[in-house]
C-alpha cells in the first residue's frame, strides 16, 4: 500500500511538498526531522513536525515528532514497528455541529493531538463566522510543550477538497474558503 502524506508542518511553516519527497520509501514512511532540508522558519526555538498522512485510501493518521528526536519513525500500514508507532495517532475527526460543508480532520498543538469537542466546536464555529484563530494554550485548552513556543496545525476538508492552515504561537490563522 503506497502511503500519501496530505499535510506536513515543521515550526509553522507548510513542508507537505519537501516530506513527500524525502519521507516516501516505497510502502512505508521514514520520518526524521534530522533530515529535513529547509531555513529555520522560528530562530532559536525548538519545533515539532507533524504529518498527517495515509495509506491508499485507508484510515487517516497523524503524528508528531520533537525536533531533536535523534531518530528515523518507520510508519508502515501493517504498523510493524512498534516503537515508531507510540508517536502516532489516529486524528479525533469530530462532525461538525451541524451541515457544515466543512470537516475538520485533525487539530495539532505543540507536540499533541487536540482531543477536547469543545475545540473543535469552538473553530467550527469561527469557520462559520470567518474569525480568526488564537494560537494560545488558552484556545486549544493545554500547554503540550511547557515552556517552549508551539505551533498549531488544523487539517480540514471545505466542499470536499482537503486544505490545512498552521502558524505560530501568539499570532492568528484563519481558515481559507
Same mark, same amino acid.
Given at each position: 500500500m503506497a502511503p500519501s502524506i496530505l499535510a506536513a508542518h515543521y515550526g509553522g511553516?507548510?513542508?507537505?511538498?519537501?516530506?513527500?519527497?524525502?519521507?516516501?520509501?516505497?510502502?512505508?514512511?521514514?520520518?526524521?526531522?534530522d533530515e529535513l532540508q529547509i531555513q529555520d522558519p522560528w530562530k532559536n526555538v525548538r519545533k515539532s513536525l507533524s504529518v498527517i498522512y495515509r495509506f491508499d485510501n485507508g484510515q487517516i493518521?497523524?503524528?508528531?515528532?520533537?525536533?531533536?528526536?535523534?531518530?528515523i519513525y518507520t510508519l508502515s500500514d501493517d504498523r510493524r514497528d512498534a516503537e515508531s508507532e507510540k508517536i502516532t495517532f489516529i486524528p479525533?475527526?469530530?462532525?461538525?455541529?451541524?451541515?457544515?460543508? +466543512?470537516?475538520?480532520?485533525?487539530?495539532?498543538?505543540? %507536540?499533541?493531538?487536540?482531543?477536547? $469537542? &469543545?475545540?473543535?466546536n469552538n473553530l467550527y464555529d469561527k469557520f462559520a463566522r470567518n474569525e480568526s484563530i488564537p494560537l494560545t494554550n488558552g484556545f486549544f485548552k493545554k500547554d503540550t510543550?511547557?515552556?517552549?513556543?508551539?505551533?498549531? +496545525?488544523?487539517?480540514?476538508?471545505?466542499?470536499?477538497? %482537503?486544505?490545512?492552515?498552521?502558524? $505560530? &504561537?501568539?499570532n492568528s490563522i484563519a481558515f481559507a474558503y
Open positions: 511553516q507548510d513542508v507537505t511538498t519537501l516530506a513527500n519527497v524525502q519521507f516516501s520509501y516505497g510502502e512505508d514512511l521514514s520520518v526524521s526531522t493518521h497523524g503524528c508528531v515528532i520533537p525536533q531533536d528526536s535523534g531518530r479525533s475527526n469530530y462532525a461538525p455541529p451541524d451541515r457544515r460543508k +466543512v470537516r475538520i480532520h485533525a487539530v495539532i498543538w505543540g %507536540l499533541s493531538q487536540v482531543e477536547d $469537542k &469543545e475545540v473543535y510543550w511547557v515552556g517552549i513556543g508551539k505551533s498549531a +496545525v488544523i487539517v480540514y476538508s471545505f466542499h470536499g477538497t %482537503l486544505k490545512y492552515i498552521s502558524g $505560530k &504561537e501568539g
